[in-house]
Structure formats: C-alpha cells, structure tokens
C-alpha cells in the first residue's frame, strides 16, 4: 500500500487589484484588497479563488480581465554545504518538519521574505541562511523555459525587475526570449535583464512558447512512464530498450506527445535525443510504408532508416514504431 502524495494548494498571483470577500458573491461583505503582484493561496471553486490561511473569496476574473492567475511551481536544488531545513510556516522561528540533504531537488513556489513553499509537502524553506544569508536553494539548472513576445507591439527588456528601471533593449512581438519566472517578470537566462509578463491590465506580454516535440530513443535497458513528473507518482506503463519516443524536455523530464505521461532523463536507463537527420528518416520511412500500404512492418522500417541515419545496429526487432499522430 503506498501513500498518495499531497500537494498544497496552488499559489496565485494577483495581476489586478481585487477585493477580498466574505462569500463566494459579489454583493458580500468587502474584508480587503489584494494589490497587483501580491501571492495568495487558495482553491479554485465554481470561479472564486478560496483563500488559505486567511479568511476570505476572490473573484477569478471580473466583467472586464482577469484578476488572478496560477502560479507554476519552479524546481530547486539545495546548495546548502549539509542541509536545508523544512519548516512549518515561512518564519525561522516555526516548528522544524523536516530536512533535505545537498543535492535534493525539491518543486516550490517563491513567496515573500525570500522563502520557497513546497508544492509536493507542507513546509517551506528558507532560501537563505539566517545568521550569514549565504545561499541554500537555487533554481535548478534547465528551469529556463522559451517564452514568446505575444502582444502586438515591441516590449523593454528592463536592468532590473521594475519598470523604473533601466531600459536595456527592445523585443520585437513574437521573438522568442530563455528565461525563468521572477515574481510576474522573466528573468532573461542568455542575456542581462528583465521582462514583465503581463500588463496594467492582466493582459499577457509574453506567454511560453510551445516547443516542438523531438524523437528520443530508449538505450540500455527499460524506461518507465510515470503519471506525473515524480518518480513517486503513478506508474502508467513501461517502454523497453530501443522504444522510439516523442515528446518534449521539461526540467529534467521528458513529457511524452501523443500519450500520457513523463519518463525521467535523469534516472534508470538513458534516453537518447535522435539527431535531426535520424528523425528526418524515421519519419520519411514511416510515410513511404504509409502511402504504399506495404505489408512490411513499420517498426522493420524505422530501424533500417534510424541504421542508415546512424542509429545502433541490432535493433531491428526492438524499435517501436513513432506515433504518426504526434508528429504531425
């Protein structure tokens, strides 16, 4: 019998100022005001944000944009020389939960006073050491995500992470920009700077790109397909040595196209991204079988293909044959 895991509640972020009500109504008792970039926590119920922690109801949206919006937890790893310490609220004087040794990687959200609250546990850590603030979480590296400029006109890429600040270049709509999620901004990751994701009103200035899904190859053994990107989640299913996946790298994890589910890049057997010429032949095999409704098998094609665009060799009877559907 394993125990499920528990998520806390999501965090929002408040892109419009809004007002905290009694009830889930809008002719409710006002009990106060959240301003555009605060966090709050809180459970989405027929349209109304339920707040945690704190009494209260936000509407998720007015007649006119859109007031609140999910905040994605970012992935970490702990810096500190031995430990970094869970507690029970963001305080340093709270009850101790627990504690996560060098290396572990953990999935937060950043809230005030430089604390990170974890999305798979209750607790938070404390992203700096009290007594010398040296560092004790970073962002994980491969957090970056590809954002693309979606408004119609050019946006400031700003020194630091205001829009009083320095105005250092210009991005055109459309361009694509590296970057991880700052609190409302996109921390450039390939050139100084800042970005803001939304504006004045809630509206998006940029919104993440949508990667294009590449083929991957199964080596050395057998992978396993996980319901969620957590080695503790659900097991969905297995694909063995030589398999041919398509799907897209999201921190560390390769999230299947076409099918459910994630399999890990970091641990059990390697999966293998094929080059472009290999997944050009692939795929040109695959639709010459297709179209001439061959009686070989798809699989017989995809492994003669992937040989002669320098995949291994004696995997003829191993290779999946790519989801058409999730190429295209």
């Known amino acids: 019998v394993s125990a499920a895991r528990k998520e806390g509640p999501p965090l929002w972020r408040v892109v419009s100022d809004v007002t905290v009500l009694a009830e889930p109504s809008t002719d409710a008792n006002a009990l106060g005001e959240k301003r555009v970039g605060e966090t709050v926590v809180g459970t989405e119920v027929d349209g109304w944000l339920r707040l945690e922690g704190e009494l209260g109801f936000i509407a998720l949206a007015s007649p006119q944009q859109v007031q609140v919006q999910q905040e994605a937890p970012h992935l970490w790893v702990v810096v500190a020389p031995k430990n970094a310490y869970v507690s029970s609220s963001p305080n340093v004087k709270s009850r101790q939960l627990g504690k996560k040794p060098k290396g572990t990687l ?93 504006d004045e009103e809630g509206g998006n200035v940029l919104a993440r790109a949508k990667a294009p899904p590449q083929l991957w190859r199964v080596l050395g053994g057998i ?14 299913c297995e694909k063995p040595e030589g398999a041919l996946l398509v799907g897209v790298e999201v921190n560390g994890w390769l999230r299947l196209d076409g099918e459910l589910g994630f399999v890990s890049l970091g641990t059990g057997p390697p999966v293998q991204r094929i080059e472009a010429s290999a997944a050009a032949a692939l795929e040109a095999a695959g639709a010459a079988y297709a179209a001439v409704g061959g009686k070989a098998s798809p699989s017989a094609a995809a492994a003669e293909a992937a040989e002669e665009a320098g995949g291994e060799e004696g995997n003829e009877g191993r290779l999946a044959a790519p989801r058409r559907g999730a190429q295209e």
């Open 223 to 236: 992978a396993t397909v996980y319901g969620e990107p957590d080695i503790d989640s659900q097991f969905l």
């Open 106 to 198: 953990v999935r937060g959200f950043e809230v005030a006073d430089s604390w990170v609250r974890l999305a798979d546990e209750p607790g938070y850590i404390n992203m700096y050491k009290a007594t010398n603030r040296a560092a004790v979480l970073e962002r994980a590296q491969g957090s970056e995500e590809v954002w693309q400029v979606v408004c119609e006109e050019s946006v400031s890429v700003c020194g630091a992470p205001s829009e009083d600040a320095e105005h250092l270049a210009q991005k055109p709509s459309g361009a694509l920009l590296r970057g991880s999620e700052d609190c409302g901004w996109l921390r450039l990751a390939d050139e100084p700077g800042f970005v803001l994701i939304h």
